[in-house]
């Protein structure tokens, strides 16, 4: 696609449930991040795919947080047992490679809001 | 953990006058790079500056990096409204994996 799509936009769920993010990389990007933005603050990384291996899941919050990468392309974030310090901005970006002179192309985000 | 620590945290100023913000960090990097967000939502990448370079242009942005005060400036001259947005600086950590942000710098700029 033109860049990276994530869905949902928006995510209202009840405290307790289990919610399932969705990132649609930039075709042939092979590398994937996944961040966290709460409300005016910065962006805190989560985990880091190169294909479909996670060498990098230092920023995972707590084992109710998981993601895997499927053929190298889309990636799905998936809270479970939701809590309401999870309401946040959920960022995907992906960039061509794990070189890091390359740039990072983000998608808009999902606006998580746990209540 | 953080790798990027702007400030200010809050710049307000009027069109037409320059804006700077500065970026510590705190580990050796391979590069550092700025990023804009507009509305708390995706990043847009600005430019990047390499370990061995000083100083880099880029229309009416002029970014410096200092390697042995691991810090980094982002000047942008000249300013309008449409510049209004939250600036980030990233670098990549010790593992070459993580992108790792700062907390941003949050600009104002009145007509």
Redesign the interface.
């Known amino acids: 696609g033109a860049g ?1 799509s994530q869905s949902p936009s928006n995510k209202v769920t009840e405290k307790g449930k289990d919610v399932e993010l969705r990132c649609d990389p930039i075709s042939g990007h092979t590398a994937l ?1 996944w ?1 966290r ?1 709460s ?1 005016g ?3 805190e ?1 989560l985990i ?1 795919f ?1 294909g479909n291996s996670a ?2 899941k ?2 995972l919050p707590s084992d109710r947080f998981s993601a895997e990468r499927t053929g190298g392309s889309v990636s799905t974030l998936t809270i479970q047992r939701t809590q309401q310090e999870d309401s946040a ?1 959920y ?1 995907c ?1 992906s960039r061509t490679g ?1 070189q ?2 390359r ?7 999902t606006r998580l809001t746990v209540v | 953990s ?1 790798q990027g620590e702007e400030d200010p945290q809050a710049l307000s100023i009027q069109e037409g006058e320059n804006a700077t913000m500065n970026c510590s960090y705190k580990t050796s990097i ?2 550092l ?1 700025w ?1 804009r967000q507009n509305s ?6 600005l430019i ?1 500056i ?1 370990s061995n370079e000083r100083e880099k242009h880029s229309g009416r942005l002029r970014v410096t990096l200092d390697t042995s005060k691991k810090s980094s400036s982002l000047l942008i001259t000249a300013s309008r409204a449409a510049d209004t947005a939250s600036y ?1 600086c ?1 670098s ?2 010790n ?10 710098t949050s600009l104002l700029v009145t007509p």
């Open positions: 990276v991040y961040y933005q409300l603050q910065g962006l990384f880091y190169q060498p990098d230092s920023g901005v960022l970006a794990a890091p002179e740039r990072a192309f983000f998608g808009q985000g | 953080q391979n590069n790079q990023y708390g939502r995706g990043l847009v990448h990047l390499r980030f990233a990549n950590s593992s070459g994996y993580a992108l790792n942000f700062g907390k941003g």
